[in-house]
């Protein structure tokens, strides 16, 4: 027997980050059918679908391609499969999230008939609608739109946008010669038509262009015109070098021409022309895909849920809860008083907004520190930067270029601040700054006092409103004096500066959390309280989850919130049987880390800006900070506690790396979410979470 036998022979220890992805994707898909959310809302799930099904393919298909097809592709992978295994799954995955999101899409179309809204070419085109689509074409569509001849040398397409491919026919005879038409992505997808009262017409660009092919064409027949688009690979490495910039933009210029993974056309479209796309593009059969609807479903159905205007469709509207404490001039006085803890979108942005403003307006704050990943385009954060370094403060940015997507953005923002005199780092050689710090140092009474935010989400005021996340607003010296040595460190090009209370990726986080689990392991083999609560986003750190195993093999009670990806294995008898893997998806996107170790019954809470993924831990520069002020380490304790109730929007993954619904388990019915959006504060601050998430394991340990 060769090594690949043995190996598939063994029981795999941990499950395949990539079909973990596409199960994500599929809980996210279950909530667009679900008939408990409003019907916007489930198309606005449906669009979010799409839109991660276009990343994924982005990012992860390339690589998943290049191992299926290379000379390695029989070798075992830890998951059990081999690459040519997998590659064949996961095309069977995106296949039937596709045709399950085609039929989600018919269903939401048919249920806004019924409310009133139709939607081309339900209706036919009355005179008073053919005069407002050609107003339409001439004033706001022809101006946009890009012709272009098909021929070899066809200059590259741009990626994830609706083409549309048309066989003409001289008008004088000959033979048919084919054009490409773009349509425009600056103007809206949907268009209004004029109509009866009480019912809304509608009608999409693409049909509307359709109607007026001649006007493009005149001197040619169009025999046929179908919509194409295309994702192609966009994960390129970078040539890094102390010049960060210049390595992203290079890239940048790469991903214009990066190898087509994935093409969509329109079921109607005649297989000859399917056939010459195909060939353009070097796409096999299996990475085509013909639509049964309406291509990019991600941004229709965001377009339609942003126009809109049915609030008896969608979620109620909520207002974030305003910490006034935090939003007057007294905010500095307030967090000398006091550690604050934030918790978006349920608490408002605004105070991490103020803390910037007064900063840039106070005479006696001396320095502005802030290390910004992903920003928005007209962000406050970023203004009021701009106006401390106006107001002569010294103000220094790690504005990281290497934010995924975001890349070409932050180049323009963080050049626009060096424009005004701050000091603009766009990242350090070899390692992608995800930490997310504030620090203001402020002269008060002839000596430096520092104050500092400490989040585990971006400073970006739009997201805010929909990730969940965690913000910590302190004075606290050491924090304080940690911050400053980090700042120091990334200003020295990533040197490590030795620090006592924050814990630094790629040095120091990982040999943290070890150190944090195995205290836990010999807790419990001594016979004294242990538990681990933890909360992140992905978790795929093999060496992390073995520290987990032997956790659990202790008997420490190990319960995981994990929204998206995770390979550990729970409920396995004798390797992970005290592991219970929970996730939440639901209107907010859970964004937040943080982690609860019981420490024989006096409980330590950290937040994060990383999940226990190889790259946060290894190849990111990432923050993990303790919570001291005991009120503020409850309100993490409570948070937990509510989402592990949750018997509403919760999965619980089983060793098969499948997701069930979490059971109820005799649990009152509860939305974890729902309720901090009525009551954030009385979450927090610790009123109404009395529920016991684990009471089977009375007895062995309790949880925090």
Known sequence: MDGSDKRRGEQPRTLCRELSWLQFNQRVQAEADNPDNPLLERAKFLSIVASNLDEFIQVRYHRLLEAAQGPDAGRMLACGLTPAELMLRVN???????NLQYMLYEGVHSELYHQGVQFYPVFMLTDAMRARCKEIFLHDLLPRLHLAAWNEELEPLPQKKLLMLVRLRPRTGGAPRFATVALSSSQKRIYDLPGEEGTRYCIRQEDLVKQFLPLLFPEDQAEEASLFRFVRNQDFPLNEGDDVATAVREMLLKRRTGAVMRLEAEERMSADMLALLMKRFGVPPERRYRVTGPLDLSKLLMTLYGQMDRPELKYPKAEPVTVKALTGEDIFANIARKDWLLYHPYHSFEPVVNLLNRAAADADVCSVKATLYRVGGNSPVVRALQHAAENGKQVTVLFEARARFDEENN???????RRVGCTVLFGIPYYKTHSKALLITRMENGELKRYLHLGTGNYHDGTARLYTDLGLLTADPRLGEDAARFFYGLEGNGQPFAMTSLYKAPEDLKPALLTLIGRETRNALCGL??????????LLDVTVINALYEAS???VPVELIVRGVCVLMPGVPGLSENI????IIGRQLEHARAFCFLNGGEPEVYLSSADWMGRNLDRRVELMFPVRDAACKQAVCNLLRLQLADTCKAWRLMPDGTYIRSPADGRPTLNAQETLQNNV???????GVWIDTRPELDGKAETP
């Not at 242990?530 to 986003?537: E, F, S």
């Open 92 to 98: 069977k995955a995106i296949l039937r999230q596709q």
């Open 411 to 417: 180049l323009l923002l963080g050049e626009r601040l």
């Open 529 to 538: 309280p242990a538990g681990i609560v933890a909360k992140m986003n992905g």
């Open 553 to 555: 093999r202790a008997g």
């Open 580 to 583: 219970r893997v929970t996730s």
């Open 681 to 687: 504060d009385a979450v927090l601050g610790g009123g």
